[in-house]
């Protein structure tokens, strides 16, 4: 239950029968209320670090994400901005990957709403340092 950090006292009685005095005032409503969302919560990152790793969701997109970071020359307004691949999974819970250019390329022709398969396949030796993840991505046949 959600606290607030300064209370008023209410009396039931002001409130006209609009709420039930039965019920606490902040974090619950009547149960003929209905609610529809309009933000989720921020998914779960999918991480990749073993060949062989397996996620399965359903593909929901591609969102851009900003966050504050010191400015630098790479960051002259202080915004940092990455993309990542959104997911349902078959719990419900939504799930983010991070975007490679082997994802790229293949997500590009999966359609928003499809099951899709990534299986982390091999490191590739990168001159940079940081190895290429190869993927497999398979999509759910209908």
Sequence with gaps: MAKPRTQTVVNPEELNGEVNPDIDLISSAPEDWEFETVAEESPTHVLFDTVGDVFVGQFKGRITIEHTVP???EHPNGVNT???????GQDGELYAVNTSGKLDDAMSVVKEGAWVRLTLVKFIPSKKGNDFKDFRVEVKKN
């Excluded at 990455?82 to 349902?88: E, I």
């Design 71 to 73: 400015v630098d020359k």
């Design 82 to 88: 990455f993309d990542l691949f959104t997911f349902r």
